[in-house]
């Protein structure tokens, strides 16, 4: 396994901010790293880098115990920091001559490096004089100079306009090709576009590790129908493939099947042959997102 996070649990004195948290990767996959602000995803990346210790539990990348061989650990694991902290004053180049340095990369791989994350053009220039896509790239960069076969990167679309956010999510599938990847958001759509699966976390707590596959090929659907009086719940419960329901007002029903087929026109015969009539009929068909935000609300 690339990644073997192993029952981890951290407090920041009172605050709890991971609660026995386990999951694993294997060596190729882009994995999405997703919830709310204050979920703890900073803090599992911070933990899985070796920047910080956990109360609780362990984590091995690619076999390594990052507690116990901090800095053999971090040789297989590049990590691109929330907000991208980076020296303004420093040339491209210089910084990069640089970070090769901590890790005592031959110089010639910088150029590799730079080819990889598409920064020729701009390897002359000072790092603050950059777009903040090309900034990214700067971090990405630094983060993959020594090779590292995990790379965790801690929101790497945040801030950017929608073609730099296009051009990342596009290097991330890129660089996911022979690395494993973790990488944070809060956006469920970035998830769907860029990973094989996805982790959800709240509150500290997993929520969901599963492959992107498995959640888009789930058959549920919901449909909200307003009938034009108050009706039984023995009408509802004849529906097929009905498998809830839900009355929020007095005529209006969220109704949710497990059904491949289109219940809509099912529920408009269904109300035909039963002599109710439907004012309004909209599917709540589930996309990933919706998922998402109903989960973390
Ligand atoms: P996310 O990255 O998902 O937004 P974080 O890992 O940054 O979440 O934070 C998780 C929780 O831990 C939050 O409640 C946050 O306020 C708290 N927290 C994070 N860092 C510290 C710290 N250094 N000291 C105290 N609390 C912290």
Redesign the pocket.
Known sequence: MSIEVQSVTKS??T?L?LNEISFSASKGEIIGFL?P???????MMKILTGFILPTKGTVFISGINVLKNPIEAKAHIGYLPEQNPLYEDMYVKEYLQFQASIFKVPKETIETVVNTVGLKPEVHKKIGQLSKGYQQRVGIAAAIIHNPDVLVLDEPTTGLDPNQIQEIRTLIKELGKDKTILF?THIMQEVEAVCDRVIIIKKGELLVDKPIKELKKSNEQTIEVTFDYKIEEQFIQMLPNMISFKNNFDNTWYITFDSSEDMRPVIFDFAKENGLKILELNSKNQSLEVFFSELTA
Do not use: D, L, P, R
Request: hydrophobic residues 15%; without cysteine; glycine residues 24%.
């Open positions: 920041y004195e605050q901010a919830g602000n204050g979920a703890g995803k900073s803090t944070s």
